[in-house]
């Protein structure tokens, strides 16, 4: 019998679909996730599992594949792999997977959720009422600009981005920028565009300096890590609001911290940051113009009950048909 270990509780499709298909499961409970590769418990359970559901938090490298000695499958519950040391499971020949394409919606609502949440300080406004702070309507209070006929730049024009450009463009009447990346090999769905979209394509300097949004969806990668480093920073004008539902690390954390306090008006939103969870008294969290949610992007029922579906089909096909149904090495867009 082929043992799966799942890394922590995801919706229970994934197991019941794979016990009905003859295979063992092991979820770890809360207290121990497929990071500690340290504790005896793990190492144990690693020894003999034929394949594993990963985390975007658990890091499955060389150190890892040392405890993994019948491993066949790496089912990531996410579309990101950015954990997944893709070359080490090559070399092992173990096959990985990931759950393109059934996320897109979820976080491209949430992207949106981010963007009213930053620009219109709904967080904020919100809990002024919960601290008893509200004394009644304020004509002056919490004013924010609109999003409506804005110009939004969408850096990773994915399956996520370009579904995020159609609300932004047919719900706001939102002019969409974007610029070409050179690590984005898949021009395909850039290619496949809605034309009405009208997505104008800008050089680097003519597309930040010229932005009501910048908004972050791109995967992590070597090309993409700290794009938005310092000097990207001081090339968006002011009033500029950044909102990254990507990685963390596609961002220069101290570089942002910097800008937010040395930049009236200029506000970041984020579902992701570096780490994960950011230690409660880190700096950002003072910032009155830093917004942060706990990476919910995918977090809507359907697209986590899809992913877990997913997650398991992938290890079913892998093992029983040597492949799985979406793996990441060719598709390399979020
Ligand atoms: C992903 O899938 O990469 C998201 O960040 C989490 O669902």
Same mark, same amino acid.
């Given at each position: 019998?082929?043992?799966?270990?799942?890394?922590?509780?995801?919706?229970?499709?994934?197991?019941?679909?794979?016990?009905?298909? +003859?295979?063992?499961?092991?979820?770890?409970?809360?207290?121990?996730?497929?990071?500690?590769?340290?504790?005896?418990?793990?190492?144990?359970?690693?020894?003999?599992?034929?394949?594993?559901?990963?985390?975007?938090?658990?890091?499955?490298?060389?150190?890892?594949?040392?405890?993994?000695?019948?491993?066949?499958?790496?089912?990531?519950?996410?579309?990101?792999?950015?954990?997944?040391?893709?070359?080490?499971?090559?070399?092992?020949?173990?096959?990985?997977?990931?759950?393109?394409?059934?996320?897109?919606e979820a976080t491209a609502e949430l992207t949106l959720g981010l963007l009213l949440m930053t620009s219109r300080s709904l967080y904020r406004a919100s809990?002024?009422?919960?601290?008893?702070?509200?004394?009644?309507?304020?004509?002056?209070?919490h004013l924010g600009p609109s999003l409506f006929g804005k110009t939004f730049g969408i850096f990773g024009? +994915?399956?996520i981005g370009i579904r995020l450009a159609e609300i932004l463009k047919f719900g706001f009447d939102g002019k969409i920028t974007t610029?070409?990346?050179?690590?984005?090999?898949?021009?395909?769905?850039?290619?496949?565009?809605?034309?009405?979209?009208?997505?104008?394509?800008?050089?680097?300097?003519?597309?930040?300096?010229?932005l009501d949004f910048l908004i972050l969806t791109?995967?992590?990668?070597?090309?993409?890590?700290?794009?938005?480093?310092?000097?990207?920073?001081?090339?968006l004008?002011?009033h500029t609001i950044v909102i990254n539902t990507g990685? +963390?690390?596609?961002?220069?954390?101290?570089?942002?911290?910097?800008?937010?306090?040395?930049?009236?008006r200029f506000a970041y939103g984020t579902d992701v940051?570096?780490?994960?969870?950011?230690?409660?008294?880190?700096?950002?969290?003072?910032?009155?113009n830093f917004n942060v949610l706990?990476?919910i992007g995918?977090?809507?029922?359907?697209?986590?009950?899809?992913?877990?579906?997913?997650?398991?089909?992938?290890?079913?096909? +892998?093992?029983?048909?040597?492949?799985?149904?979406?793996?990441?090495?060719?598709?390399?867009?979020?």
């Amino acid at each position: 019998m082929h043992k799966v270990l799942i890394s922590k509780e995801i919706p229970a499709i994934a197991e019941n679909l794979l016990k009905s298909e +003859g295979f063992e499961v092991v979820t770890l409970n809360s207290d121990v996730s497929l990071s500690l590769v340290n504790n005896s418990y793990l190492k144990k359970e690693l020894a003999n599992t034929d394949a594993i559901i990963s985390l975007l938090s658990d890091q499955i490298d060389q150190e890892f594949l040392k405890h993994t000695p019948k491993l066949k499958v790496v089912s990531n519950f996410a579309v990101g792999v950015n954990n997944l040391d893709l070359q080490s499971l090559k070399a092992k020949n173990i096959l990985v997977g990931h759950t393109p394409g059934v996320l897109t919606e979820a976080t491209a609502e949430l992207t949106l959720g981010l963007l009213l949440m930053t620009s219109r300080s709904l967080y904020r406004a919100s809990h002024d009422v919960y601290l008893g702070r509200w004394k009644g309507f304020e004509p002056m209070g919490h004013l924010g600009p609109s999003l409506f006929g804005k110009t939004f730049g969408i850096f990773g024009l +994915g399956r996520i981005g370009i579904r995020l450009a159609e609300i932004l463009k047919f719900g706001f009447d939102g002019k969409i920028t974007t610029i070409k990346r050179n690590d984005q090999k898949d021009q395909s769905l850039l290619s496949s565009v809605n034309p009405k979209l009208e997505i104008v394509i800008k050089s680097e300097e003519d597309f930040l300096a010229n932005l009501d949004f910048l908004i972050l969806t791109a995967p992590l990668n070597e090309e993409t890590k700290h794009w938005l480093n310092k000097e990207r920073l001081k090339k968006l004008s002011k009033h500029t609001i950044v909102i990254n539902t990507g990685r +963390g690390e596609l961002v220069d954390q101290d570089a942002l911290l910097e800008a937010l306090l040395n930049k009236d008006r200029f506000a970041y939103g984020t579902d992701v940051t570096t780490p994960e969870p950011l230690d409660p008294n880190h700096p950002l969290l003072k910032l009155p113009n830093f917004n942060v949610l706990p990476h919910i992007g995918s977090a809507s029922i359907e697209a986590r009950t899809k992913m877990a579906e997913i997650c398991a089909r992938n290890i079913i096909s +892998g093992i029983k048909n040597q492949k799985v149904i979406h793996s990441p090495i060719k598709e390399q867009e979020l």
